[in-house]
Nanobody, 115 residues
């Protein structure tokens, strides 16, 4: 099983990034997919979640209206489009897959928002 995030990097405030998470080794289309983020010394927090067929999404209040989660089950990939980035969005972003009692984490990708 693998979850491989990509797309992180350094961006100025107000900028955009799109994170991708490529999945393999499990039935991706059955899993609820989420993005979490973590700042050193703080707890990991849920950013966005999308149901297995993509029909429902939910977001942390701090990112509503700026971030969009989506998925392509044909490509076994989940995305996080991040717009209007703020300094406080700086974190390591993790991809997370869950189905019943099964769950998997990606290794994380660093997003740094700085001027």
């Amino acid at each position: 099983v693998q979850l491989v995030e990509s797309g992180g990097g350094l961006v100025q405030p107000g900028g955009s990034l799109r994170l991708s998470c490529a999945a393999s080794g499990f039935t991706f289309s059955s899993y609820v997919m989420s993005w979490y983020r973590q700042v050193t010394g703080k707890e990991r927090e849920l950013v966005a979640r999308i149901t297995s067929a993509g029909g429902n999404t939910n977001y942390a209040d701090s990112v509503k209206g700026r971030f969009t989660i989506s998925r392509d089950n044909a490509k076994n990939t989940v995305y996080l489009q991040m717009n209007s980035l703020k300094l406080e969005d700086t974190a390591v972003y993790f991809c997370y897959a869950e189905w019943r009692w099964m769950y998997y984490w990606g290794q994380g990708t660093q997003v740094t928002v700085s001027s």
